[in-house]
């Protein structure tokens, strides 16, 4: 089993810009993988970690009456808009969100859809745990939740994929210090009695970028048992 991937830190970069470098990344894998071109030891995928500036995205098969305002509202904050390819309904990415974009060979890494997706929530149910928090599936929704008092169920990460050829792209999206009044302007993933929160809200202080990428990084390796090299 080939599992070693690269790992690159983005930092800030703009959805359009990132867009089409996820999809230069998946075309180049499928095509390596479907022409049996790849060299001895060379990665099998790449993983992207990013913040992004004010953005909306609406999966496939999501509803635009979960956007609860006008394309110009949004516009006039500074906000973009973006009809895509993945799985699942709305959804905001901001400052303060640790984005992540596997786009990985899921034969070279022995898992299926199923097994990768439960492997990205579990890598944030792990992250959770090291704030003393308790994160958990919900079933019939994707993503990583959290029980408020009164069972308010309240999301802390997003997760939408797209596989093609045993290769994935798109992936998840874990509020760390996200300014959440965005969210008020959608029904965040078609949920009209449910929340969003964040690793800020719940622990009561700031947490930074800097002190969960590397939690992350480790718990994302772990669950999808690959190495990296950055």
């Not at 959805?15 to 990344?25: A, F, I, P, T, V």
């Not at 400052?95 to 439960?118: F, K």
Request: proline share 3%; net charge negative.
């Amino acid at each position: 089993m080939q599992n070693e991937v690269e790992i690159r830190d983005l930092q800030t970069m703009s959805y359009s810009e990132c867009w089409d470098l996820q999809r230069s990344l998946f075309d180049a894998l499928c095509a390596k993988k479907l022409n049996k071109a790849f060299h001895e030891g060379e990665p099998r995928g790449t993983i992207l970690i990013v913040e992004h500036p004010a953005v909306y995205t609406l999966g496939k098969s999501g509803h635009a009456e979960n956007m609860l305002c006008s394309k110009e509202y949004l516009e006039s904050l500074g906000a973009e808009f973006y009809h895509i390819d993945r799985g699942g309904d709305i959804t905001f990415h901001g400052p303060g969100q640790l984005v992540c974009y596997p786009i990985v060979d899921l034969d070279a890494i022995g898992l299926g859809v199923r097994r990768y997706i439960e492997a990205l929530e579990q890598t944030i149910i792990d992250l959770a745990a090291d704030y003393g928090i308790e994160a958990h599936r919900s079933e019939g929704a994707s993503g990583v939740w959290i029980t408020r008092p009164g069972n308010r169920l309240e999301k802390l990460c997003a997760i939408g994929v797209r596989a093609s050829h045993g290769v994935t792209m798109h992936g998840l999206a874990m509020n760390v210090a996200t300014d959440l009044n965005w969210f008020h302007l959608i029904n965040p993933c078609g949920f009209t009695d449910r929340g969003v929160c964040s690793l800020t809200t719940l622990t009561g202080r700031e947490v930074t970028m800097e002190e969960v990428k590397p939690k992350f990084i480790n718990y994302l390796t772990k669950n999808l048992n690959v190495k990296y090299k950055k």
